[in-house]
Structures are given as structure tokens and as C-alpha cells.
């Protein structure tokens, strides 16, 4: 009996050790490549530069453009396409998951959830297919009755229905985060005569905090990532602006576009990929940080 445990617990440590190698190996690699970048790209102009034009020739007899690696506007419409989606989905995705948690009846919650659910496996072409038929027209049709411009590939088209596939994740998790809190303290709050909507805000919500944090973060993180959608509802230019009615690029876009195709691995436009991603992992481990020591300040306040 001691031997198999002993042969467990080396089983479960390498597993282990394996996630974090991997893990490891992963970060060095990306992080191997965009240094190889900025040894050739200044990273000032980098990350401070409005222009972003990554052709290069690929040989000396070949005529290209010099390339212009300003990644401002690649991270800009990041960030715009990512607001906007989490505008739809955190409100959405919370409202839901109260309702779900605390008001609606077990027969009811039992099957309305697992159909709400159902939208997180719809493949993102799927959406984008969505996004390109329905939502642009309908949105470009609106936007002309409240005499607005609407370019038929925007980033408020895009991160509309990239909000709404984030959406099942956010409910998701926070239903269940919700669901996990001990009924004695709700039941002592209604006690102490206070309504139900005064319990979900003062006492159900605080308590359930990290896990509806780490609800957004995972949708923060989903809308970052996504590419599809991206591509085929808000275009592929990138475009130094903050209008919701024009169209932009993602970084998960420009990293597709340069990595897809006939090209020279070993040249600055594919390596600028590698510094896209790095420049995200960075991102995410900071949005990450933060979240924790948020969570952390609140929970002394209610441990």
C-alpha cells in the first residue's frame, strides 16, 4: 500500500512539474523571439509609435516597404473591441447569474441554464457569421435612424457580439460562485428585515466577490484572445481611433495575418507576432495581479 502511494504521489508531482515546464518553455519561446524583435525594432517605437505597417521585403531584390511597427493603434482597438464586449457581457452575464442564483425557481433554473450554456460551444465562426448577416445590418440600420454613420465592419459590431459569446462564461461562473454562498447569511440578512435586493447587494454580492472577479477576468481574458470574430466584423485596418462606428484591428488579428501565409520566419514582420503576444501575456499577468489584490482588500473587510 505504501509503495502505490509513493507511486501516486510521483505521478501526480511529475504531472505537475510537467504543466509547469511546459509553461515555462512556452513563455521562453515567445519571450526568445521578441527580444530577437526589439534587438532590430527600437521597443520605444514599439509602444509608442502610431503607425503600424509591418511589410517588409523579404529579399534584398524584392521591393517592400521598410516596415513600420508603431503598435498603438493594434492595442487600442484591443482595448476597444474588449470594452465594448465586456459592457455587454458583464452586465449580462451577472444580472443573469443573480437571477438565476437567487430568484428563479430550481425546475426553472434547471433547464434554462444549461440551454444559456449551450452558447459557450458555439465555434466563434459561428458568431462571426452572426456578426457579419444580422447584427451589422441591424446595427448600420439603427445608426442611420439616429443619423450615425455605421461602417459595416466596426468595432461596436464586433464587440456587440463578441460580448454576447462571452456572455455564458460570465453567467457561468458567477452562478455557481453565487450558488456557493452559505445560505445562513442570506437567511440572516432577510431576518434582520432587510428586502432580497438588499441582501444580493449588501451580503450575497461581497461575499461572492473573487469569484466574480475571476468571472470578468476570464471574459476580459476570452475577448483579448478572440480572432475570428474580429476579423470578420471589424476588419483588419489598423486605425489610430477611439469611434465604436469605425473599423479596427485586434492584436490576435494582426498575429493571424502575420503568421499565416508564404513567409520568412526569420524576419522582423513574423517576429513582430511574437512581440504582439508577448506584449498580451504582459497585459493578462498584470489584469491578473491586480484582480488578486483587489480581492485580497476586500476580503479583510468581510472576512
Known amino acids: 500500500m505504501a509503495k502505490c502511494e509513493r507511486l501516486i504521489r510521483a505521478s501526480l508531482l511529475a504531472c505537475t512539474m510537467l504543466s509547469v515546464m511546459i509553461t515555462v518553455l512556452v513563455v521562453a519561446s515567445v519571450f526568445s523571439e521578441t527580444m530577437r524583435f526589439f534587438s532590430n525594432v527600437s521597443a520605444f517605437d514599439f509602444f509608442f509609435g502610431t ?39 458583464a452586465p449580462l ?18 433547464w434554462i441554464k444549461p ?16 456578426a457579419v448577416i444580422t447584427m451589422a445590418p ?8 439616429l443619423g450615425l454613420s455605421i461602417a459595416s465592419e466596426s468595432a461596436l459590431t464586433a464587440g456587440t457580439v463578441m460580448g454576447i459569446m462571452i456572455t455564458p462564461y460570465v453567467m457561468s461562473i458567477s452562478e455557481d460562485v453565487i450558488s456557493a454562498v452559505p445560505k445562513s447569511l442570506s437567511l440572516g440578512s432577510l431576518a434582520m428585515g432587510a428586502t432580497q435586493s438588499e441582501t444580493v447587494k449588501k451580503v450575497i454580492l461581497p ?5 466574480v ?27 489610430l481611433t477611439v469611434n465604436p462606428l469605425e473599423s479596427v484591428t485586434t492584436a490576435t488579428v494582426q498575429i493571424m495575418t502575420l503568421l499565416v501565409g508564404d513567409h520568412e520566419f526569420d524576419s522582423d514582420k513574423t517576429r513582430a507576432a511574437f512581440a504582439l503576444g508577448f506584449s498580451l501575456f504582459i497585459m493578462t499577468l498584470f489584469l491578473n495581479i491586480l484582480a488578486v489584490i483587489i480581492v485580497k482588500k476586500y476580503r479583510e473587510r468581510y472576512d
Open 51 to 89: 503607425e503600424w505597417s509591418p511589410q517588409t521585403a523579404m529579399r534584398a531584390d524584392q521591393a517592400g516597404g521598410s516596415g513600420t511597427f508603431g503598435a498603438v493603434p493594434v492595442f487600442l482597438g484591443t482595448f476597444l473591441v474588449t470594452l465594448i464586449a465586456m459592457a455587454v457581457a
Open 93 to 110: 452575464g451577472l444580472f443573469s447569474a443573480i437571477y438565476l442564483a437567487v430568484y428563479a425557481s430550481p425546475r426553472f433554473r434547471l
Open 115 to 130: 440551454v444559456l450554456e449551450i452558447l459557450a460551444g458555439v465555434p466563434s465562426v459561428v458568431y462571426g457569421y452572426f
Open 138 to 145: 441591424m446595427l448600420r440600420a439603427g445608426g442611420e435612424m
Open 207 to 211: 461575499a461572492a466577490l473573487p469569484g
Open 213 to 239: 472577479v475571476s468571472a470578468l477576468l476570464l471574459g476580459i481574458s476570452r475577448g483579448v484572445g478572440e480572432t475570428m470574430v474580429v476579423v470578420m466584423a471589424a476588419g483588419m485596418a489598423a486605425k
